[in-house]
């Protein structure tokens, strides 16, 4: 079984095309479902993420089953609206290689962004808490997180690290003189919106108010907290507010071209910025149009990230070699890991097929080394389907000893 994975970001597509294809909770048990009707023997586990920037999914099956995939997928999700070019495919180590990058935040829109690193391993957290994944892509989403970690230690990647909901800040400051004396709305209460919330009081703006599908409290600090009010609040929230600001989890827009028409009718047509974190979108397309309004999406937000950006990127570039070198070690460590757990399975499978007598030998030179190799290696025992046996003389002879010793004492 080789880590394969396929899908669409920031770089291959717009916002628009990306919030046609979103992995979320509910769409992975619909996946699961999709690879135990079509999939069963050739795809045994899978995970996936979506963020602001990309939706992916990362899997473990047969080699090249990543294509017939996609094709099912994209039936599942109509996603014949995007063209197909949009989409990336990788396999073993190139496949490793990206999530590493993902995870790290070097395939980011904004280059080194830390905030990743915390969906990614949400991502992990939901798909196995649902059962769609197993130990074995574990393993893999797991060695990438170690290998993250190394790589913020070792470089310059994680210093003076920018974010989304930072850059949003800065969306402010360009557009108001005074921006600490603005009054904020944060439309959701996840870990974007609170991440927002933290940076706007941390440089010193304190108007900030929430709205939320369920009332929430969001406490920020020992001094500071606020509580979400209610989407049916939104409305009457929008004719206040001086800076909106959306990262709301919603299949369809919550604030529509009428809505702000109406809210700029209430305010004397005195501007407002909206900040649209989400995807898919939370502020229809249009109201861009409205003259008095500054819309932003998070495609807008690459026009912002220049601070710093050379050293960044040479960072960027000291981290993606770290993290190709890093590879190569995981990937050797996974497969001796993942052809040990194999060879202990068939010898297993093998033990259990024989026959009484034929056991027999095998109990009688359990302490001898070599001679349980010989009798493993004689392949009159086993048909073809014994890949590990097959290379059984690869592995130290105390390993395969203990297994099966480990057979006879279970």
């Known amino acids: 079984m080789e880590l394969q994975l396929f899908g669409i970001n920031h770089k291959t597509s717009n916002v628009s095309e990306r919030e046609r294809f979103i992995i979320s909770e509910s769409n992975q ?30 899997l473990l099956g047969e080699k090249g089953v990543i294509n017939s995939f996609f094709d099912e997928v994209s039936k599942l999700f109509n996603l014949n609206k995007i063209n197909t ?25 904004v280059l080194g962004e830390q905030e990743i690193f915390g969906q990614y391993k949400n991502a992990i957290a939901v798909s196995k808490n649902i059962g769609v994944m197993d130990s074995n892509l574990q ?11 190394k790589v913020r ?13 930072g850059l949003s800040l800065k969306l402010i400051k ?3 003189e005074n921006p600490i004396n603005q009054k904020v709305l944060v439309i959701g209460a996840g870990s974007l919106a609170q991440d927002v919330i933290k940076n706007l009081y941390n440089k010193g703006i304190t108007d900030i108010r929430s709205v939320n599908r369920s009332i929430k409290e969001i406490t920020i600090s020992d001094s500071f ?62 109201v861009k149009d409205i003259e008095t309004i500054y819309l932003y999406t998070i495609d807008d937000i690459e026009k912002i990230t220049q601070d710093n950006l050379g ?12 993290i190709v070198r890093e590879s190569q070690n995981v990937l050797l460590e996974l497969r001796n890991t993942h052809f040990k757990s194999s060879l202990n399975s068939e010898i297993y499978n093998l033990l259990d097929s024989l026959k009484a007598n034929e056991l027999d030998s095998f109990k009688e030179e359990i302490n001898h080394k070599d001679l349980i190799i010989n009798l493993l290696s004689n392949n009159s025992f086993y048909d073809d389907s014994f890949e590990a046996l097959k290379d059984i003389k690869k592995v130290d002879k105390h390993i395969v000893s203990s297994m099966v010793k480990g057979y006879f004492d279970a």
């Open 153 to 165: 230690t070792n470089t310059n990647i994680g210093v003076n690290p920018l974010s989304i909901s």
């Open 311 to 322: 050293q960044r990127r040479i960072e960027a570039e000291k981290a993606l070699n770290m």
């Open 85 to 109: 070019s949009q989409f990336y495919f990788l396999q073993d180590e190139d496949a490793f290689i990206h999530m590493c990058k993902v995870a790290a935040g070097i395939d980011s829109q």
């Open 225 to 286: 907290g606020i509580v979400s009010s209610p989407l049916s609040s939104l409305h009457f929230e929008l004719e206040k507010a001086d800076v909106v600001i959306a990262s709301a989890l919603a299949e369809l827009p919550i604030i529509g071209k009428g809505a702000i028409e109406k809210a700029l009718m209430k305010r004397g047509n005195k501007p407002l910025l909206l900040i649209d974190l989400a995807v898919p979108r939370n502020i229809e397309e249009g």
């Open 29 to 58: 048990f619909l996946l699961n479902s999709l690879i135990k009707d079509k999939f069963n023997n050739s795809i045994i586990s899978f995970f996936g993420l979506s963020t602001c920037n990309r939706s992916e999914i990362y």
């Open 174 to 176: 360009n557009i108001f």
């Open 139 to 149: 393993r893999y989403a797991n060695k990438a997180i170690e290998v993250v970690r």
